[in-house]
């Protein structure tokens, strides 16, 4: 075998040393017990970061039904200005204002389907909150326990008992992550479908309604009016 042949085996066992060595070293670095305790602080610094969360999905919820608020008076207040224009005279201006009132109206409607689900929404966060922190609680008492068996399986344990309640702890972690998340990502599936088909709904009733809506409140404001003339004149 030439001086060429022989290069890239003795190359090749090179690499093998080489990549061996640093298996070995990372392996003793390692500490399995470590590593789980750092994994139940992340679980506690992802608990802290979801109540900031919850803090600010209950203030958004507070704008909401300040926002419900405003709005109720403005479609009040456009209700009062359909009034006057009817006892003007000005039917066209009546509609208008009319329009407008139906516009606020539907707006008002959608922020309160919107309020229900945000309440809702609060309502999970803090039930999984509260959830999240018993079992962080109830896997910290067992820290150091858990931390020694986890080494202990690292080290080829035979203790089934150890290396089981070791896993256990890792997958009961994992599952409060994953519940976490599909929590979250239920709500927004069913916050944006729902919110789909009632745009698709409205659009369909707004079609076939065309303007009866406000043909009926412009009849009603005629006869609500032509009620109190009577009165207005047995005053004069």
């Given at each position: 075998?030439?001086?060429?042949?022989?290069k890239p085996g003795l190359f090749t066992r090179m690499r093998r040393?080489?990549?061996?060595?640093?298996?070995?070293?990372?392996?003793?670095?390692?500490?399995?017990?470590?590593?789980?305790?750092?994994?139940?602080?992340?679980l506690g610094a992802e608990i802290k970061q979801a109540e900031v969360?919850?803090?600010?999905?209950?203030?958004?919820?507070?704008?909401?039904?300040?926002?419900?608020?405003?709005?109720?008076?403005?479609e009040q207040g456009w209700v009062a200005r359909a009034e006057q224009?009817?006892?003007?005279?000005?039917?066209?201006?009546?509609?208008?204002?009319?329009?407008?009132?139906?516009?606020?109206?539907?707006?008002?409607?959608?922020?309160?389907?919107?309020?229900?689900?945000?309440?809702?929404?609060?309502?999970?966060?803090?039930?999984?909150?509260?959830?999240?922190?018993?079992?962080?609680?109830?896997?910290?008492?067992?820290?150091?326990?858990?931390?020694?068996?986890?080494?202990?399986?690292?080290?080829?344990?035979?203790?089934?008992?150890?290396?089981?309640?070791?896993?256990?702890?890792?997958?009961?972690?994992?599952?409060?992550?994953?519940?976490?998340?599909?929590?979250?990502?239920?709500?927004?599936?069913?916050?944006?479908?729902?919110?789909?088909?009632?745009?698709?709904?409205?659009?369909?009733?707004?079609?076939?309604?065309?303007?009866?809506?406000?043909?009926?409140?412009?009849?009603?404001?005629?006869?609500?009016?032509?009620?109190?003339?009577?009165?207005?004149?047995?005053?004069?």
């Open positions: 075998m030439s001086s060429e042949d022989g040393a080489i990549s061996s060595s640093v298996n070995d070293a990372m392996d003793s670095i390692s500490d399995p017990g470590q590593e789980l305790a750092l994994m139940l602080d992340d969360d919850l803090k600010q999905a209950v203030v958004e919820r507070k704008m909401m039904e300040r926002k419900i608020a405003e709005l109720d008076k403005k224009a009817v006892k003007l005279g000005d039917e066209t201006l009546a509609r208008a204002a009319l329009e407008r009132k139906v516009e606020i109206g539907q707006e008002r409607r959608d922020m309160e389907t919107a309020l229900v689900e945000q309440t809702k929404l609060v309502e999970d966060m803090g039930d999984h909150i509260a959830r999240s922190k018993a079992k962080l609680k109830s896997l910290n008492l067992r820290r150091g326990t858990l931390m020694a068996q986890a080494r202990a399986a690292k080290a080829g344990s035979n203790s089934a008992a150890g290396v089981g309640m070791a896993q256990t702890s890792r997958i009961d972690a994992i599952e409060d992550k994953i519940a976490q998340l599909e929590a979250f990502n239920d709500v927004h599936a069913e916050t944006s479908g729902g919110r789909a088909e009632e745009a698709r709904i409205d659009a369909e009733l707004r079609k076939l309604e065309g303007s009866s809506e406000l043909d009926d409140e412009l009849a009603a404001l005629k006869a609500k009016i032509a009620g109190e003339k009577p009165k207005a004149l047995k005053k004069g």
